[in-house]
């Protein structure tokens, strides 16, 4: 009987680790060359590509070689097969809970209460997570001649879909396909390939290549490096890495350059500022007025040239009323933007905790005034048909209307249709008679999920018969109002809580960015005393709270951070001094009356200029070129948020998804 040789024999520990460190190699190729081709960035500098392809490289390097260290680990302290599963089963489980648990926040809410998703949602993501021993198991039997290759093409399958599937989103998924696509190779790789003659020399090998790559999990890469990790959605390490390190250390309480006293104004703390009065004389005595918020509407698509035949509707409203073409959403996601809407305060003035009902955050703690609860005070009729069930008073989204009803039986993410919206508004318009009346409408049609269905087709065609859906339902609603004799008192407010990424930036969807074509929303308002006219001065939707305040000659609380728009409706100058701002799962973002527009994410820890006259795109970061006005833009929006943040024991504003 033929023994083999000392020579050639390995030591199961090093098979192993020499699997897992094989597969970590496949995974930087395929994320070098997925960076090459999804990533061309032909303005980049080489630098930052460099920076980009070396960072990426040595942090999975680093993290891929630990784990072949690790495995090595194992096989010499546990022993049996059985024992050494089982602890792939408790690490994986255990980083599961850390990294993976805040991408089912969303998931779970739909399904469960907070109580429940307080254990249910660990308890899952350690359950997915089992995914990479699965992979492991999957591996080694498929680890045959005949059928390893199909281990190693579903491996390299998974690692090239990590990088187009759900992206600048959900890191710990995105950190657990890659692991479970290295765990997959490596099990096949095992009996395989990495049975070749194993001893000290591939232990000091794996040591020194760890040595040499664990230095990028520890030193912050340049701010156009940081940038271009969190944009590639297979560099997994990266989120993580940012997101644990610490800001730096800047002076916030440098003097800001000069611009106006009123200007200055806004930089300061605002909660005992005396309250706005009234335009004198109102533009109508007892008005309706009709908010209309087209979900994921973006502005440029009431602006070509084929928006009047598309969507006629909408377009005649922007056409004979103000057309406001600079609006900005304070937010890319419908709760953080209408909850501006309601309380005139940016996100980060406001108390979020998870809700009873839902893990995610709500305000429904906060005690700050709503809009429709001060309407409703000033005798006011207010009306809410709500699209849904987290849009009620109960949320802290809109507080305060003295009518109240979700529209249909809408739970988790099926929202009423907007048929079904105009159909209650236009009943409830019947009986108004001659009382003033705020009404609040959101219409989800264009969100990408109505029913819990797909509308189906193409994304961008289902986004556009979302939108001629909601713009026949507009004219519907325009005629029910002149029916029921409402015309001549009816004010019409049409605009967006945000936009929709429709390939720009990487992006197919809203929320996770604060660039143009998320927060650069259609604002129009149209109805009698209103002349048509474009405006061009920058506004926010903040500024419709003191607006429909106004409209009802009720008085702005002073610690509201917009401008009333009434008199720019009547055929003033728009004199609008406070300032532009965005923000969301945060990041923030300024916009200087110059065309500036600064994003600071405190996450990432990344900072980002555009130059939006020269450069609308947003494509030329110019973060640490010299450009006149960016060092002050930059200080501008941290003293904003430095003075403006809600200061309460134990609590900073929390990431919300």
């Known amino acids: 009987m033929r023994t083999a040789s000392p020579k050639s024999a390995p030591t199961a520990p090093l098979g192993g680790a020499r699997a897992v460190a094989l597969a970590t190699l496949a ?16 303005s980049a500098r080489p630098s930052v590509r460099m920076g980009l392809h070396l960072f990426d490289a040595g942090q999975h390097l680093a993290l891929g070689l630990a784990a072949a260290l690790l495995c090595f680990a194992a096989g010499v302290l546990v022993r049996g097969p059985r024992a050494r599963g ?3 089963v408790l690490l994986a489980a255990g980083a599961g809970v850390v990294t993976l648990a805040p991408d089912l926040v969303g998931f779970v809410g739909r399904h469960a209460s907070a109580d429940t998703a307080a254990w249910l949602r660990p308890l899952l993501a350690a359950a997915l997570a089992l995914c990479v021993p699965a992979a492991a198991l999957a591996g080694h039997l498929l680890g045959r001649p005949r059928w390893r290759w199909l281990a190693v093409a579903g491996a390299l399958a998974a690692l090239i879909g990590n990088h187009l599937l759900l ?3 959900y890191p710990g998924v995105h950190l657990f396909v890659a692991a479970a696509a290295v ?3 490596a099990g096949a790789l095992k009996s395989g390939p990495a049975r070749m003659p ?3 020399r591939t232990l000091a090998a794996l040591l020194v290549g760890l040595g040499l790559a664990a230095p990028t999990l520890v030193v912050l890469p340049p701010n156009a490096v940081r940038l271009a990790l969190v944009q590639v959605s297979g560099s997994v390490v990266a989120p993580f890495q940012l997101a644990w390190a610490t800001d730096d250390d800047e002076d916030d309480d440098a003097p800001l350059e000069p611009a106006g006293p009123d200007a200055e104004s806004w930089f300061v703390d605002r909660a005992d500022a005396p309250e706005v009065p009234p335009t004198r004389p109102p533009l109508l005595d007892a008005p309706v007025v009709l908010a209309l918020f087209v979900d994921s509407l973006r502005a440029d698509v009431l602006r070509g040239p084929d928006a009047a035949r598309r969507y006629p509707h909408m377009a005649r409203l922007c056409r004979e009323g103000v057309d406001f073409r600079q609006a900005r959403a304070p937010g890319a996601q419908t709760v953080l933007t209408m909850t501006s809407v309601f309380t005139g305060k940016y996100f980060s003035q406001l108390y979020w905790e998870p809700h009873p009902r839902h893990p995610d955050h709500f305000p429904h703690a906060d005690p700050s005034p709503r809009v429709p609860a001060l309407l409703t005070a000033a005798h006011v009729d207010t009306a809410h048909l709500s699209a849904a069930f987290w849009l009620v008073d109960g949320w802290g989204i809109t507080r305060g209307f003295a009518e109240e009803r979700v529209v249909g039986s809408t739970h988790g993410t099926r929202y009423a ?3 079904d919206i105009v159909t209650a508004l236009a009943q409830r318009l019947e009986d ?3 009382r003033p009346f705020f009404s609040y409408a959101h219409l989800f049609d264009a969100h990408y999920v109505v029913g819990r269905t797909l509308i189906g087709g193409p994304r961008h065609a289902q986004y556009e018969r979302g939108l001629r859906r909601v713009d026949g339902q507009i004219g519907r609603l325009q005629k029910r109002v002149a029916k029921a004799g409402l015309t001549d008192r009816t004010i019409i407010i049409l605009t967006a809580d945000h936009g929709e990424g429709l390939g720009e930036h990487g992006v197919e969807h809203h929320s996770a960015t604060l660039y143009e074509e998320l927060v650069r929303v259609p604002l129009c308002v149209f109805g009698p005393g209103i002349d048509a006219r474009v405006v061009d001065a920058p506004v926010s939707l903040i500024d419709l709270a003191p607006t429909l305040l106004d409209l009802f000659g009720q008085p702005t609380p002073g610690s509201f951070m917009g401008q009333s728009l009434v008199p720019v409706l009547k055929g003033g100058a728009p004199d609008l001094t406070r300032p532009i701002i965005a923000e969301g799962r945060l990041k923030k973002a300024l916009i200087t009356p110059d065309g500036l527009k600064v994003i600071r994410d405190d996450r990432a820890h990344t900072l980002e200029i555009y130059d939006l006259k020269s450069d609308p795109d947003e494509s030329d970061n110019l973060a ?9 833009a930059v200080r501008r929006l941290r003293r904003f948020f430095k003075v403006h943040t809600l200061k309460k024991p134990g609590y900073t504003p929390p990431f919300r998804r």
Request: charged share 15%; aromatic share 2%.
């Open 27 to 42: 995974l930087l190729g395929v994320n070098a060359a997925m960076i090459t081709v999804t990533r061309g960035w032909p």
């Open 86 to 88: 089982a602890l792939l």
């Open 167 to 169: 992206p600048l989103d």
């Open 183 to 185: 765990a997959l190779m």
């Open 198 to 200: 194993a001893g000290g």
């Open 417 to 419: 249709a907007s048929d």
């Open 432 to 434: 108004q008679g001659d």
């Open 624 to 632: 640490g070129a010299d450009h006149p006005g960016a060092d002050a």
